[in-house]
């Protein structure tokens, strides 16, 4: 699902903080695409928050992350 301009940024301050949690994990792209059982362009594009995201890969996100929903939406 494609982003509604207006709200890219958001899309991108919560790109940013699956990046900062992955790297805290010390996870690849690719290792957190398997973990969280979806493809690694679609990692990507959550990234670079290119994407929407439905609940089932927030709450594997923050499984696989060990964080709550909260701390990925807790944009800086």
């Known amino acids: 699902m494609d ?3 207006q709200y890219k940024p958001m899309y991108e ?3 940013l903080n699956v990046v900062y949690y992955r790297k805290r994990k010390r996870l ?3 290792q957190l695409a398997e973990l969280v059982d979806i493809d690694r362009s679609h990692i990507s594009a959550i990234e670079l928050g290119n994407v929407g995201v ?3 890969v927030i709450f594997k996100l ?3 992350l060990e964080i709550t929903p909260k701390e990925l939406f807790d944009f800086r």
């Open 62 to 64: 923050c499984e696989v």
């Open 28 to 30: 690849t792209q690719m």
């Open 13 to 15: 301050q919560f790109g």
């Open 3 to 5: 982003v509604k301009q």
């Open 54 to 56: 439905s609940f089932d």
